[in-house]
């Protein structure tokens, strides 16, 4: 995706929001904006950027489930029953609302 980006200076886009923005819908890739020659921001469409969080979501939902089969390999995990029993004693030990 980053390989067919597109560059443009921060003035440039400024002078012709418009016309950027009509091209960031229809281009399939993002624009890097420059400042004083170097990467300032990127900017992409709204559907661009929805496909980038839900990928990234997803990337993160895997990382996590990973890291819990990780957890579980290396017994740092409880039972469920467990876990509801030291909850419940927690619980039954606060004072209870008036």
């Not at 418009?18 to 091209?23: E, I, S």
């Not at 170097?38 to 990928?55: D, E, H």
């Not at 997803?58 to 957890?71: D, K, L």
């Amino acid at each position: 995706m980053l390989l067919d980006t597109q560059t443009a200076s921060v003035n440039d886009f400024r002078d012709d929001i418009a016309g950027h923005l009509r091209r960031l819908r229809r281009a399939k890739s993002p624009t890097l904006l420059t400042q004083n020659g170097k990467g300032a921001a990127v900017m992409m469409s709204l559907r661009q950027f929805q496909s980038f969080a839900a990928a990234l979501d997803f990337v993160e939902t895997v990382e996590a489930i990973e890291a819990g089969r990780r957890e579980d390999a290396q017994g740092r995990t409880k039972s469920w029953r467990k876990s509801r029993a030291a909850l419940l004693r927690v619980a039954s030990k606060r004072p209870k609302p008036r």
